[in-house]
């Protein structure tokens, strides 16, 4: 971005700076411009009066045209100066490349997702991971974690044989030192296991982000044995939540109005596109959890949890500042998650033979 903004010290921040036309025209009402275009006006606007209206000025004949056009004199300067200087703040965000993205992400940062969903419940004591993990308490396995990160799910299926696969080698480091594997560092579009080998595929929070999803289905759908299950869990809309007001605030000082993953469509509808890979629904469910926000370092950790690969550096210290003044104990805020519990069915397999 080269320039250096006075607020933030650095890259410039989001109050001398726009992307959307929007933003531009917020920084003119709130004077960001003047500092710059009035000057100018007041120059360029007061020599244009006295060439063109002058001589009627000093005669005492202007009327309400002249100065209508004396005021217009002034005005068109400050417009074009204004926009000269918001053209020198424009700040254009390249499209995401996610895989270079999610890869320093989560080597600078193994063990968010954990951070975030193991401190979350919904009722009682159910966490996303134990909520993901229900409906394979039994299954023996093998038991394959697609995307597994730091592996949260390898302690509550201690019993079954487990392994987990990551493309990441920070998370999968972190896991390791705490005891858990195996581990395989590999892309969930090539998975390095061969076709019918896998009981069970689980996988949290990853299905937004992996790409090509196509590709990471059809290899899912190659490794799990005829008859095998898959349980994915997903974000879920906000919807009417308690608490969505405070997550309102912090996509808008983020200046987004959802997060910017390359699968939207596997949130609500990831049910639709695991039929469309010709698997058969068995569950669909939707479940509110609520993340405890109880001083500023948790504040941060949320705001740090989610995927910003356009963001300026300045939005997000606002928004973590945001949440981390607002954070105390007992608040929290909503984390609406969706688990999808499907299976291949054993004819479908044979007829893609
Ligand atoms: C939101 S995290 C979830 C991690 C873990 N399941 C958990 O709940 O803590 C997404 C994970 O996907 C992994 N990932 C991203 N792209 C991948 C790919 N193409 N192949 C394998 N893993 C990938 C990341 O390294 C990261 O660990």
Redesign the pocket.
Known sequence: MGKVCKHAGGDMCERCSWELPRDALLLVARGRTARTAVPVAVVVGTVLSLVNQGTVIVEGTADTGTWARVAVNYAVPFVVASIGFLLARRVRTDAADW?AY?AGY?DERPGI??AV?TRSVAGKHATPYSWLVQPLRDTEGPILDL????A?TRPLLAQARWFG????AG?LALGASVGRGPLVRA???ALPMGEDTIATVCS???LQ??TPLDAVLGEVQRVLRPGGVFVALVPSRLGIARGLFRWWRVMRVLGIRTQPWPNPQAQDGLAAILRAHGFVIDSDDRRVFRRAVTDRSEGALLVDSLYLPQIRQGRILAARRMLGNWARPGRWLPLPLRRVVAHLPDEVRTQQR
């Open positions: 895989p999610l989560h997702t954990e969903l995307a597994c990160g730091s949260p696969v990551d493309a990441s998370e892309r969930a579009d949290a929070m990853s982000v992996l």
